[in-house]
């Protein structure tokens, strides 16, 4: 969330762009509590087998809901670039080209 609302801020996505973290907390305890349970259920269903290997699920599984996630909550293609490090695509540099936007 919080490389998310960095972005948003620093491709000023909206009107007044820092004020967006805000509503971007919803989206962060609904994460939280489905990363919450993805581990829950990993160690509850494997971890009487293999620590390890529900670690590695858990982590896994994880990882898929941040991918999913950001790329639902990316910054919108139609927004206009007003920021010229952000152009054309309202990605910004430093911005993981394995985690979609």
Same mark, same amino acid.
Request: aromatic residues 16%; charged residues 5%.
């Given at each position: 969330?919080a490389?998310?609302?960095k972005a948003?801020?620093?491709?000023e996505?909206?009107?007044?762009?820092?004020?967006n973290f +805000?509503s *971007?907390?919803?989206?962060?305890? @609904?994460?939280?509590?489905?990363?919450?349970?993805?581990?829950?259920? #990993?160690?509850?269903?494997?971890?009487?087998?293999?620590?390890l290997?529900?670690?590695?699920?858990?982590v896994?599984?994880?990882?898929?809901?941040? +991918?999913? *996630?950001m790329?639902?909550w990316? @910054?919108p293609?139609?927004?206009?670039?007003?920021?010229?490090?952000? #152009?054309?695509?309202?990605?910004?540099?430093?911005?993981?080209q394995?985690?979609?936007?």
């Open positions: 969330m490389m998310l609302a948003w801020n620093e491709c996505i909206g009107v007044n762009a820092s004020a +805000w *971007l907390i919803p989206i962060f305890f @609904a994460a939280w509590g489905a990363a919450a349970l993805i581990w829950t259920m #990993a160690f509850g269903v494997l971890g009487g087998r293999s620590l290997l529900a670690t590695a699920m858990a896994l599984g994880t990882f898929c809901m941040y +991918w999913i *996630l790329a639902g990316r @910054a293609d139609a927004y206009p670039v007003s920021v010229s490090a952000c #152009a054309p695509d309202n990605i910004p540099p430093w911005w993981p394995w985690l979609p936007l």
